[in-house]
């Protein structure tokens, strides 16, 4: 994935005195203030910044200097609903906020910010009139669903969202505990350095390597290689590569004598095997925050499509499959444990 191009938030000129006097509108003045769909900041150099209704922006917080560039994480950050103004000089946007991790925790002492990192920003119900003098740059917040598995890869430095805030009722959404780890603590993908990912259905879950068993049985790298490609994505049923091919494994084979059945797997470029059979990771040493999720699952799906149905893999399946982001470049054998919940090797 090509990195985005590093640029720091711009600065504004020192005010000495704020230009107006009337200060936050109340909810009734709002009602009666002129709508806007866009507005305009001045940077120091005199550049100008446009900012329209839907777009996610920096907001310098209370106390934080205008005149100086700050870290990313320092800015507070909020989606634009609505600008309105009093004047050419006094413009206002309603703002939906998004939180830090230490921010809902002061008002849910349940949130676990050990589960959450640096970037990871929580959408809330809860919204404020801004003075536009106070925006400080587009920003965005990347929506990570952890459950998905075709989510988007983002880089380690993106500003994401896992969940959502309602302010009054005190909840989070989505219930932390469904994608938590079995030892309830959540995945922080600034510490945690593998967490495999069952993409099973019924699991798709991430699970701190730490936290996970053994298999019982040990398997030979070719064994291991078709456990790993038969834990399907696309069912929860236990069915190996010939019972999808529709033939019973021979038994000379599996004592390792030549077999007349031919590999069901043969069929299929080697490549598009190879992407199908990596663990599914991610985490700080295994690829990145989303690591490899959405690149072996959309292999495993193509073969078990083709196997089901019988039919042959479609011309484009190389468009279909990111196999750079499947397949890690030399890292060091990730040891093999069990799902906890299936029990299926990852
Ligand atoms: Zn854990
Ligand atoms: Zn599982």
New binding site residues.
């Given amino acids: 994935m090509p990195r985005r191009k590093k640029k720091s938030l711009f600065t504004h000129k020192k005010v000495s005195k704020p230009k107006f006097t009337l200060g936050i509108p109340t909810d009734r003045e709002w009602e009666t203030m002129q709508h806007y769909a866009c507005f305009v900041v001045p940077d120091e150099e005199g550049n100008q910044h446009s900012f329209k209704i839907h777009q996610t922006a920096f907001i310098l917080p209370d106390g934080v200097l205008p005149d100086t560039s700050h870290h990313p994480t320092a800015y507070w950050i909020g989606r634009i609903k609505q600008i309105r103004a009093r004047n050419e000089e006094d413009v206002w946007a309603r703002v939906q906020w998004y939180w830090s991790p230490q921010e809902v925790n002061s008002v849910i002492k349940s949130f676990d910010v050990s589960g959450c990192g640096q970037y990871e920003r929580i959408m809330s119900d809860y919204y404020d009139y801004v003075s536009t003098a106070s925006f400080c740059d587009h920003a965005t917040v990347m929506r990570y669903d952890e459950r998905a598995v075709d989510q988007e890869e983002f880089d380690s430095d993106h500003f994401y969202c896992r969940f959502d805030l309602e302010y009054r009722a005190r909840r989070i959404l989505p219930n932390v505990e469904n994608t938590?780890?079995?030892?309830?603590?959540s995945y922080n993908p600034d510490r945690d350095p593998v967490m495999h990912f069952c993409p099973r259905p019924a699991c798709r879950a991430a699970?701190?390597q730490?936290?996970l068993t053994r298999p019982d049985k040990k398997l030979d790298k070719i064994a291991r290689n078709r456990k790993f490609i038969e834990n399907w994505p696309d069912t929860d049923e236990n069915l190996s590569i010939e019972d999808l091919a529709g033939s019973r494994p021979c038994r000379k084979r599996r004592k390792g004598l030549k077999s007349s059945v031919p590999d069901p797997l043969e069929q299929f470029p080697e490549t598009l095997v190879r992407a199908a059979q990596q663990q599914i990771v991610k985490g700080v040493q295994a690829g990145g925050v989303v690591g490899n999720v959405k690149a072996v699952v959309a292999a495993r799906q193509l073969i078990y499509c083709s196997l089901l149905e019988g039919s042959p893999l479609p011309t484009d399946w190389k468009d279909k499959i990111d196999v750079e982001a499947a397949i890690p470049p030399k890292r060091k054998g990730t040891p093999v444990f069990v799902c906890p919940q299936c029990k299926n090797l990852i």
Avoid: Q, R
Avoid at 180 to 185: N, Y
């Fill in positions: 938590a780890c079995c030892c309830g603590v699970y701190h730490e936290c």
